[in-house]
């Protein structure tokens, strides 16, 4: 994790630049992780019907992850390039810090609102559609950045006013050794609590899913099997009037587009969740066994952790669009600009409504 590269002294070369395999790692996902997160941006802009009260979280997702991939991986690559020189200003610095300390939490807090967020949609359903829509999302995500403002922002601030030691002699780092407590403290608030919530917050929303799928399965076999009794006898269903019966097919099959789009959100879930899990989780265990033990010597493990970490932003922008056909078509449509897509728009654009009415239930 970034608390890593902070605190780590990687092993450089004493005269020029020492391409490490993070940093190497950090430069393509520079512009990769850019202009994957950039695209999904686009297609929410241009395209209005995408926009929901559940993809607002994405939305801030992807901000984040740009706003973190332009201001923190830059300066990461010339830290590790140099360790322990610093050649940048004080305020540079301070922006680093900043950047791995306060921002990169912020963004792992939107992945907790994704979780929360579908676990009030499976488990409370009524209050979710009367109360949650786009203006509350925008005002969760803005206090949840707050939130971890005031949570690691002072531990910063602290630093930079009493603990910092010197960028040309010591890099630019924050001095953890000065506010031990406190840094494991902060450490532990604002990333192991969002990883331990995400993944352990999982089987419940799968139990949650698969109770509400048997539940609504249930119902359009019901209403077939009423419906093909009074074909056949011609007695009038006592529970589908005669005057609906026409419209029972046209239900059923209104009823399975719901259903099946009603795991679109949960399907976008499940794999954010596995790819934190195998993103997040090594490296968050490294940093917080460091807390409690100084010895660091396994340096290869170290890279490879940190590595991983990198890859989730790169992650959520993929998984989405994977996750959600209708969406990965009009992201096809708006990056090809072809011909078949512009003819088929209207109908693609029907089935987005179709999918995004059912987000908010």
Request: aromatic share 12%; net charge positive.
């Amino acid at each position: 994790m970034a608390y890593n590269a902070t605190n780590q002294s990687f092993t450089g070369s004493p005269n020029g630049f020492d391409w490490t395999v993070p940093a190497l790692t950090r430069c393509s996902m520079c512009v990769i992780q850019t202009l994957l997160n950039a695209a999904m941006i686009v297609a929410f802009i241009v395209r209005r019907e995408l926009r929901t009260s559940f993809t607002i979280y994405l939305m801030f997702l992807f901000c984040a992850n740009i706003i973190y991939a332009l201001g923190g991986y830059p300066l990461e690559v010339l830290r590790q390039g140099f360790p322990n020189r610093w050649f940048l200003s004080h305020a540079a610095c301070a922006f680093y810090i900043y950047q791995v300390w306060v921002f990169c939490p912020v963004a792992m807090h939107l992945h907790v609102l994704i979780t929360l967020n579908r676990l009030w949609a499976i488990s409370f359903p009524v209050s979710y559609k009367n109360i949650h829509s786009e203006k509350v999302a925008v005002l969760i995500c803005a206090g949840t950045f707050v939130y971890v403002h005031l949570v690691c922002l002072p531990l910063v601030v602290l630093d930079l006013k009493y603990h910092h030691l010197s960028d040309e002699r010591y890099g630019c780092m924050l001095n953890t050794a000065a506010q031990n407590v406190y840094t494991t403290v902060v450490a532990i608030v604002s990333t192991d609590v969002p990883i331990v919530v995400v993944v352990g917050a999982y089987p419940f929303l799968w139990y949650k899913h698969l109770k509400r799928k048997k539940i609504g399965t249930a119902k359009p076999s019901r209403v077939e099997v009423h419906q093909t009794v009074g074909a056949a006898t011609g007695v009038v269903s006592a529970i589908e009037p005669p005057a609906v019966v026409p419209n029972v097919l046209k239900r059923k099959s209104a009823f399975r587009r719901i259903e099946a789009s009603s795991a679109r959100p949960f399907v976008v879930l499940t794999l954010l969740t596995v790819s934190v899990l195998v993103c997040w989780t090594p490296d968050q265990v490294m940093w917080t066994m460091s807390c409690f033990n100084a010895a660091n010597d396994a340096p290869g493990l170290r890279y490879t952790t940190s590595v991983l970490f990198t890859l989730q932003a790169a992650l959520d922008p993929i998984l989405f669009a994977l996750s959600l056909r209708t969406f990965r078509k009009m992201l096809s449509r708006l990056i090809c600009c072809c011909k078949r897509g512009v003819n088929e728009q209207p109908r693609g654009v029907k089935t987005v409504i179709s999918l995004t009415q059912r987000d908010e239930q």
